[in-house]
């Protein structure tokens, strides 16, 4: 018997560092531990002892004994990738630690998501260092609240892990606070010895088409952030009175996407998603998704573990257009995914199903409509090899799909922070080794470092890289603060802001978690809501406001 990693790999590596016998890898293409999609765990030298899975926060690997039906792929995935001998590392590189010198260290994490939690954590293995993360909503964690999906329950468990964190001495919250608009970069380098930027890649990638701006050409993003009851997007409407929407991009957030628009909307009511999103999918009348993809299954940017994910629905119909399913891939990665859509093509559908259309190999030219989205114009494409490099070729031949609703999905841009370098082109902050290029005492992690790369788990080694290279700025004195932890959060109170703290968010987590019923939680999907909870004796009952009324 072996242990077996699921579709809730993280892949930050935990397992690798519990693993006594060295049987945890990424794929052999994917010799960098910090980037692989997921790992895996080698059923020969696996010796059964379950070390992983203690290690593992959010419990995505278990005994093949004991693997859900769904997830049985996983068994011989992860046999797969071990069938050939090792020509790549086979030990996860260790990060050496940079023991701090003595004295008080405080840095400043602006955002509160899942590579702000790991940068903390990092910090706070050192002795006297505290760590306050500053954002500008009232609730932390990012993407795992508002991005994840809410059926990807798993995943989303590595909240966890953040409390563990959050638990830590030395921990501290000034959330509800906008770094930029409610105190500057200037202000918190004033109060501390550093200011680490973990502000993600919030802004979409625009296609850049004529027809673009029409109502029903929407974001996936915006989409998501609106099912997992996001604040900012709580309040927006989605058009799902037709038959048909369009996901332009086929990575993970356009397959989230489109398994939420299909699904049985009652297999989501038992998940943390927001009530009036639940609303709305009970009520429409989407019978079909329709996944854009500019080049073949070879090219595509959603991860097999994901793919997998969406496919184990077997109440959906799968459709693949513009790619041969007979025809094997050499990349083992890519003919796994092949191998599953033609699989998922083959298998007995029930009459009425709603279902799924992977389009490959075309590219949108244009959303039609007079005074809204009516369809898309679309272009096939020849695929052609170019240095080594598939690139989509128009061919010219154009299609219209009708449909009153487009997502585009087709990446992230990071957004400058106010007073720190950005690279325009890049959309990052420039760094090296997370040290910010003309800027002291100013570090970056995360997307916001490296660019919209990576998983969750990757967090980690970024964070561990970051880290290092301000541990040893402090060791060689280029560190210094005039304030302290205290006197930031006085600069706080005394520009009236209404912070929340950890103890605030504990109680908003609790009370959502009492009214989730059956359910893991029911969000607060509105400032107002949220702050009452945090602020109950501090927040006049008639309207609210960041800053506190007299």
Not at 221 to 245: I, M
Request: charged share 25%; hydrophobic share 40%; proline share 7%.
């Amino acid at each position: 018997m072996a242990h077996v990693v699921t579709q809730a790999c993280c892949a930050d590596a935990s397992c690798v560092f519990a693993c006594p016998v060295n049987a945890i890898h990424p794929t052999p293409d994917e010799p960098d531990f910090g980037l692989a999609e997921m790992l895996y765990i080698d059923p020969v030298s696996c010796v059964d002892c379950g070390a992983c899975v203690g290690a593992c926060p959010v419990g995505a690997i278990v005994p093949d004994t004991k693997v859900s039906t769904n997830q049985l792929p996983f068994v011989d995935i992860n046999a797969l990738f071990h069938a050939e001998p090792r020509t790549y590392p086979i030990q996860a590189p260790i990060t050496p630690i940079i023991r701090k010198e003595p004295g008080p260290l405080h840095v400043a994490v602006v955002g509160a998501g899942p590579a702000a939690m790991y940068a903390a954590d990092e910090l706070l293995k050192q002795d006297d260092v505290h760590v306050t993360l500053l954002d500008r909503l009232p609730t932390p964690h990012g993407l795992v609240r508002s991005g994840v999906a809410p059926d990807h329950v798993e995943t989303k468990s590595i909240d966890k892990l953040f409390r563990q964190i959050e638990d830590q001495r030395g921990f501290h919250y000034l959330l509800n606070v906008d770094v930029g608009t409610d105190i500057s970069h200037e202000d918190l380098l004033e109060h501390c010895h550093a200011v680490v930027y973990a502000t993600g890649a919030s802004q979409d990638r625009r296609l850049g088409i004529p027809g673009e701006d029409l109502p029903g050409s929407e974001s996936a993003t915006e989409f998501v952030a609106w099912y997992n009851g996001h604040p900012d997007h709580a309040r927006r409407t989605f058009d799902l009175s037709g038959q048909r929407a369009v996901i332009i991009g086929n990575g993970n957030v356009a397959l989230d996407a489109a398994r939420i628009l299909s699904i049985d909307p009652e297999h989501l009511a038992a998940t943390d998603i927001s009530d009036h999103a639940l609303a709305a999918l009970r009520d429409s009348a989407v019978r079909e998704v329709v996944i854009l993809g500019r080049r073949g299954i070879a090219q595509a940017a959603f991860t097999l573990p994901e793919l997998i994910g969406l496919l184990s629905h077997e109440d959906i119909e799968i459709v693949v257009e513009g790619a041969d399913l007979d025809q094997p891939i050499a990349d083992p990665m890519a003919n796994r995914k092949l191998q599953a859509l033609h699989d998922a093509v083959v298998r007995p559908t029930s009459p009425g199903s709603r279902r799924i259309v992977f389009r490959f190999a075309e590219s949108p030219l244009e959303l039609i409509g007079d005074s809204r989205v009516a369809g898309l114009c679309v272009t096939r494409n020849d695929l052609v090899e170019v240095d080594g490099q598939v690139r989509a070729v128009p061919t010219g031949h154009r299609d219209t799909i009708d449909t009153p609703l487009v997502l585009r999905s087709i990446g992230y841009r990071g957004v400058a922070a106010p007073g720190v370098p950005f690279d325009d082109e890049a959309r990052v902050i420039p760094n090296v080794e997370g040290r910010v290029s003309g800027a002291p005492r100013t570090y970056a992690v995360g997307w916001i470092k490296r660019g919209p790369t990576g998983f969750i788990g990757t967090n980690k080694s970024c964070s561990q890289e970051t880290v290092g290279s301000l541990i040893a700025d402090f060791n060689a004195g280029l560190l210094a603060a005039r304030g302290s932890r205290d006197s930031l959060r006085a600069a706080v109170e005394k520009r009236g802001l209404l912070s929340v703290d950890l103890r605030d968010w504990r109680a908003i987590d609790r009370a959502e978690r009492r009214g989730g019923l059956d359910r893991p939680r029911r969000k607060f999907t509105s400032l107002d809501e949220l702050l009452k909870v945090a602020k109950p004796v501090r927040v006049p009952r008639r309207g609210l406001s960041k800053r506190v009324r007299a």
